[in-house]
């Protein structure tokens, strides 16, 4: 068995040995290398390949191969041509290198002519290309696409394109047509000033522009010094972005910006952490700098075009034959395989230094990714992927962005901005007095206090960012004006202040200069008037909403029905009733008719009714006047009293354009008279119209101006400012009042520069100190209890819907003249009624008087005592008796015989 198994390896050996002998590829294969005096690291990058593919045992196992490598001067493409001519003599199976331009069109045609197949590892912006030409350099167009997909990705709307040569432009076509699909996208072009490499004054003017979006498109040794001088003009700022159109743009040193926070992007093409790098730099460790770098992206090209053809041969070895055959520039005889081999080249698919190559049908490289570098302290770091498909895609999600932005916040201390202005921004109140050199070592927040100082402080700890105050100069919130921004606006669009916070509202042209964070404050525009000084109150107002004369008329009507129901009960015979002793009482008494009047016209009832038809048709007709009276009464009292509490001749913005007796005005420069301006609705803009026409100016100076006026001309004036602040200022300013609602809808918000990278962290600042009330508490803090804040409502401003003492005083003198009416009758009363008694006992009627009194208020006294009606009943009877006896005759006796009987037994 041994030696049947010996003897089986050795035939199989023998049949290896034979096939290997055969082979379809020359054993030494010839690759001509043509690199002119200043590409040196091509050439040494196109050896190193060389080395690598026949140390490589997987590819052209059967084969060798060779590199002549021809050397001509930088300028002179003619002798490039004929050092070329001079190497491919012997023959040669591709030719590659020549990065210059001009040398690069003679070899594409001599390769175009001898059929053989010319690997280009530099971009050439083409749309056909030539018959033997490969190129596995990106296409222009698509990296031009992919900075094109950045910048729309990015949503930028300016930008300075600074190229250093036409070239740099042909390979930004797709950039420079975007404006025609991505609207609102404004391209300058500068190009970097020829034979000098002092680009500051143009730098200058790209700063006095305010721009802060720059494509830079030059040669790599040049960014480096562009860097540096932008930072010498500090061009370099946190709101500046770089894109850097070199694919090498991660081998920049940074080191001298590691505190900078400036956005320095750009796309590279080779991967450092891809497992064809990793082997190698194994197997060449990498000892270049800048462009000596063996990552090099021209390097690397060279490297992965030798790899490319390699991989074609050996796919061609395996199918079919080539041989090659000496050529000559002179004869023109084109090589027999060239055709052959360019087919294999076309179909490779090779993973390289550079990512995957493959070529489409023209054989252009395509499908190729690109990675997006941005700058992160002094290193540049991977943060998206671009593909031709898809576009740029990024890897960080929204909240790891809005992390890297807070980093760079903690260690950045922002300059704030802002100016004086009640409640936001205000100078402390010191008791007692500082003395000014002891202001001048105080801190801003030593000195200052508001609302925008608590905010910022709380804002500060809830993003964690440092910060220092400073006063815009001329105090101007910022207005277009002649072309050019004033005030905060202007500091921030030149990166003087990190922060603007006042009560700046946020209107579309300011967003055009400057960033907003989400809005910290709703508000509009209100109108600001003052109040009408009310008149002295009446202690009789209770009886105005109806007029005297209805006074009156009511009054003659109670009287006349009171009269008429009188009488006719006094008519009407079924109105009497038999008392039982042969006469007829009637219940309807002058007395009784009054009180049965006014108990119906007060809604009280009485216990008193009409019993026939005639009375009856009187009450009910009293009754109907009566329900009817106090109804309207009870309307116009309530009309009466809201009228009353808007006693002013105007309440809106449409009633002020009626009129031409009230003027009113705006502050000239604001977002509010810009709101009048721009306004479309009818009523806003006869307001503006009448502003602007009217003669003295109804515009001030400022809100202050604008208040002082108002309560200078005492309702003959109005001024249109922000109802926040008028919230503010009557609650101090008693005399002020604000007409009708809101005029508009807007916010106040925190301005940035434009394009900050802190816009969307102190965004959500502000939202989570909005969420948390910490906002509210502040306003309240500064609206309602600082400074001054209330003392409208203690002085009784908050009740204004609450009738006063004095209008009511007429009401309470009527119930009290009543009680004391009422008690002086039953003075009466009791006089008259007790004096009859007095008299006909001869007991003092102050005596009785004060008996009933301390009978009236002794609380053990209980309910029930002598009827007094009843011993004047007996009193009386007695003193008849005696006066009938002593005048009586025999006859009169006789005839009342009976009663002197009956009170003779009675004195039994």
Known sequence: MMTVSLRMLLIAWGTIT??????????????????????????????????????????????????????????????????????????????????????????????????????????????????????????????????????????????????????????????????????????????????????????????????????????????????????????????????????????????????????????????????????????????????????????????????????????????????????????????????????????????????????????????????????????LKKTAVWTEAGGVNYTLTATEMIGQAVMKLQNKTLRITTTGNDPYVMKKIFDPPVSPEALQRMSFEEKYEGFCVDLIKELSKEVKFKYKFYLVEGGGYGSFKNGRWTGMIADLRAQKADLAVIDMSITSIRQTAVDFTMPYMSTGVGILYKKKIPPPPNPFSFLQPLSIEVWIYTTTAYLGVSIVLFLLARISPYEWEDDGEGSATNQWTISNALWFGIGSFLCQGCDILPKTISTRTVAIMWWFFTLIMMSSYTANLAAFLTASKMSSPVNSAEDLSKQTKIKFGTYCCGSTNSFFRGSTIPTYQKLNAFMESAKPSVYTSGNSAGIDRVRKEDGLYAFFMEAAAIEYHIERKCDLKQLGGLLDSKGYGIALPKDSPYTQAISQGVIRLIEKGVVTRLKKKWWEEQRGGGSCKSLGGGGGDQMSVAALAGLYMMLIGGMVIATMIAICEFTWRKRKLAVDENTSVWLEMWEELKFAINPFAGDTKANPMACDSQSASRASSKAMLSKSTAESLHKYGQIGDELSLTKV
């Not at 050896?47 to 021809?70: E, F, Q, W, Y």
Request: with cysteine; aromatic share 8%; proline share 4%.
């Open 18 to 379: 034979c096939l290997q002998s055969v082979s379809s590829l020359p054993e030494v294969i010839k690759l001509a290398g043509l690199f002119d005096t200043n590409s040196a690291s091509q050439e040494a990058s196109f050896l190193r390949a060389v080395d690598a593919v026949n140390d490589d045992r997987t590819i052209l196992t059967k084969s060798l191969v060779s590199a002549d490598v021809g050397r001509y001067p930088a300028d002179d493409s003619f002798k490039a041509s004929k050092k070329l001519c001079e190497i491919i003599q012997p023959g040669v199976s591709a030719v590659f290198g020549p990065t210059t331009e001009a040398a690069c069109h003679h070899v594409q045609a001599l390769s175009d002519t001898l059929h053989v197949p010319f690997m280009q590892s530099k971009y050439a912006y083409i749309f056909k290309r030539a018959d033997f030409s490969i190129s596995v350099h990106p296409h222009p167009s698509l990296l031009s696409k992919a900075f094109a997909d950045f910048v729309r990705k990015s949503n930028w709307r300016s930008l300075i394109v600074l190229y250093e040569t036409e070239d740099g432009l042909v390979k930004l076509q797709e950039l420079l047509k975007l404006p025609k699909t991505f609207h609102g996208l404004k391209i300058t072009l500068r190009q970097l000033t020829p034979d000098t490499l002092d680009y500051r004054p143009l730098l200058k003017e790209i700063k006095k522009s305010e721009e802060t979006r720059i494509v830079l498109d030059c040669d790599y040794d040049k960014i480096a010094l562009i860097l540096a001088q932008a930072d010498e003009l500090s061009l370099l700022t946190d709101y500046h972005n770089y894109l850097v159109t070199s694919l090498d743009v991660d081998k920049i040193n940074l080191d001298a910006y590691v505190h900078h926070n400036v956005n320095i992007t750009g796309f590279r093409l080779i991967d450092p952490d891809s497992s064809a790098v990793h082997q190698y730099l194994k197997k060449f460790p990498n000892a270049g700098e800048g462009k000596e770098n063996y990552l090099f992206t021209e390097n690397a090209l060279v490297h992965d075009a030798v790899r490319v053809y390699a991989k074609a041969l050996n796919d061609l070895d395996s199918l079919q034959e080539m041989e090659i055959q000496p050529l000559s520039c002179d004869a023109g005889a084109a090589w027999e395989d060239g055709e052959k081999v360019l087919g294999y080249i076309k179909e490779v698919e090779y993973v390289g230094l550079s990512g995957e190559i493959k070529f489409d049908s023209e054989g252009f490289r395509t499908k190729f990714p690109l990675d997006l570098m941005e700058k992160v302290r002094n290193r």
